[in-house]
């Protein structure tokens, strides 16, 4: 029988995605930003991504679109987000970075496969995203969009894999390398797209202005 259009787009929506965000809270959120827009100016551009991130994630039209929040689900932001967009909040566990998104894997992909993404790529667009979840449907294991820096800006799994997230060094230009090295170890079906960029650092921001994406506006 012949697969159509519409039955394969219907196999993208078994495909969640989750985001990962700090709330906008001056000297918590884009802390490497402050020597350049300082505690407030790096709080309003978290806001700008943030809502960006969650914008790409419900135009991707999968799954369903969870948000993460830190330190918790009660910053007004977040509580205006879902009223605007209907995204369910929820509060990052405890732990370090790999703990956190562990967590979503473990909690979520009892549902389906799962995307997982932060709110630091501006060029990450909806089509990134639905090319994710087409490799998981068809049956690679976990698929990622590397980040120019040496980490990723994406991460899908169809079944958590603690392995990937424990005792990881983040924030270093190895992380997407020492994963690489141990999704092969774990003998996982791995895919992998084109590297993005990401908002960490002041030299990020020109190339954020020259974008002209929705976060810069």
Known sequence: ??????????????????ILAKAPIPGLAKTRLIPVLGPRGAARLQRRLTRAAVQTARDADVGPVTLWCMPD?????????????????????SGDLGDRMHTAFRLLCAQGPLLLIGTDCPVLRPAHLRKAARALIDGDDAVFYPAEDGGYVLVGLRQPQAALFTDMTWGTATVMSDTRARARALDLRLCEFEALWDVDVPDDLARLDAVGTEAAA
């Open 1 to 18: 029988m012949a697969i159509t259009h519409d039955d394969a787009h219907d196999s993208l929506r078994q495909v969640q995605v989750a």
């Open 73 to 93: 689900a009660g910053h007004r932001f977040f509580k205006a987000l879902q009223s605007a967009t209907n995204v369910r909040c929820l509060v990052q566990s």
